[in-house]
């Protein structure tokens, strides 16, 4: 039923818990993949930009933050893909999402920057109401 799943993350222990609901998911279908998304948000880069000068270590940092996800991925045999998109979490997922017609959409209910959820809106709350498709957002 749910063959092809965007995993929007962050890094954060939502996201890890979205990653493990995501793996439960796809495992009751055969050629179910998950696409791993992290959206690097200009406010955010430019703060990243300014602790790590070279940009290569950048990368490196936000690779970190997704290998545990990766990991729990890999372990339960399942096919993925990393996406990097660039602008606001919400937006940019719900693009991408609608777009390339995905099945499902996982999604942690709170992110690393808490604060900025509380007062701007949650981005999971953002994309349950644009995606075209069912998005399950995991405590």
């Not at 791993?36 to 933050?65: Q, S, Y």
């Not at 545990?68 to 991925?73: A, T």
Request: charged share 25%; hydrophobic share 45%.
């Amino acid at each position: 039923m749910f063959q092809k799943i965007l995993l929007a993350a962050d890094g954060s222990e939502h996201a890890i818990r979205a990653a493990e609901k995501a793996i439960a998911i796809a495992k009751h279908a055969p050629d179910a993949n998950i696409t791993i998304v992290f959206v690097a948000d200009p406010d955010e880069t430019k703060h990243e930009v300014l602790e790590n000068w070279n940009h290569l270590d950048l990368g490196a940092k936000r690779k970190a933050r997704l290998q545990p996800i990766e990991s729990l991925i890999e372990e339960a045999d399942i096919t993925k893909e990393v996406v990097m998109l660039h602008g606001k979490p919400g937006p940019a997922i719900v693009e991408y999402v609608n777009r390339q017609k995905f099945d499902l959409v996982v999604i942690g209910s709170r992110g690393l920057n808490t604060l900025q959820e509380f007062v701007l809106g949650s981005v999971s709350h953002k994309v349950a109401k644009r995606a075209h498709c069912p998005v399950l957002i995991v405590k």
